[in-house]
C-alpha cells in the first residue's frame, strides 16, 4: 500500500515562511517524479512545483518561480516545499503526489498517488 503523508502548512503572515513535508511508504520512488499542486476554494487544482527524483530536475509554476524550491530526502524519501516570500494569493490546500510523469509533468491526471492535502492560510 502506497501512501503519501503531508505535514506542515498553517497560518502565517505576508511575507512569511513556510515548509511542506511529503513522506513516502510502501515501495521505492527513486523512478518516479513528485510534485506539489493547489487548490483555492473555487479554483481547480494547479500545479506548484515538481521534481523528477532520479535527475534532481525541477520545474515551477510562473507563479511561484523565486519563492517556492521542491527539494529531496533520499534517506528520508521525502519530498519537501519551502515557500518564502508568501503571499495572500499562496492560500489553498497543498497536496503532494508521486507518478511516473513523463513530458506532461504539470497536469494532475499524470499522478497516481496523492498526500492527504495540507491547508497553507497567508494573511495580508
Known amino acids: 500500500q502506497v501512501q503519501l503523508i503531508q505535514s506542515g502548512g498553517g497560518l502565517v503572515q505576508a511575507g512569511g515562511s513556510l515548509r511542506l513535508s511529503c513522506a513516502a511508504s510502501?515501495?521505492?520512488?527513486?523512478?518516479?517524479?513528485w510534485a506539489w499542486f493547489r487548490q483555492a476554494p473555487g479554483n481547480e487544482r494547479e500545479f506548484v512545483a515538481a521534481?523528477?527524483?532520479?535527475?534532481?530536475?525541477?520545474y515551477y509554476a510562473d507563479s511561484v518561480k523565486g519563492r517556492f524550491t521542491i527539494s529531496r530526502n533520499n534517506a528520508k524519501n521525502t519530498v519537501y516545499l519551502q515557500m518564502n516570500s508568501l503571499k495572500p494569493e499562496d492560500t489553498a490546500v497543498y497536496y503532494c503526489?508521486?507518478?511516473?510523469?513523463?513530458?506532461?509533468?504539470?497536469?494532475?491526471?499524470?499522478?497516481?498517488?496523492w498526500g492527504q492535502g495540507t491547508q497553507v492560510t497567508v494573511s495580508s
Open positions: 503526489a508521486a507518478g511516473s510523469s513523463g513530458t506532461y509533468y504539470y497536469r494532475d491526471s499524470e499522478y497516481d498517488y
Open positions: 510502501g515501495r521505492t520512488f527513486s523512478w518516479y517524479t
Open positions: 521534481l523528477r527524483w532520479s535527475a534532481g530536475s525541477a
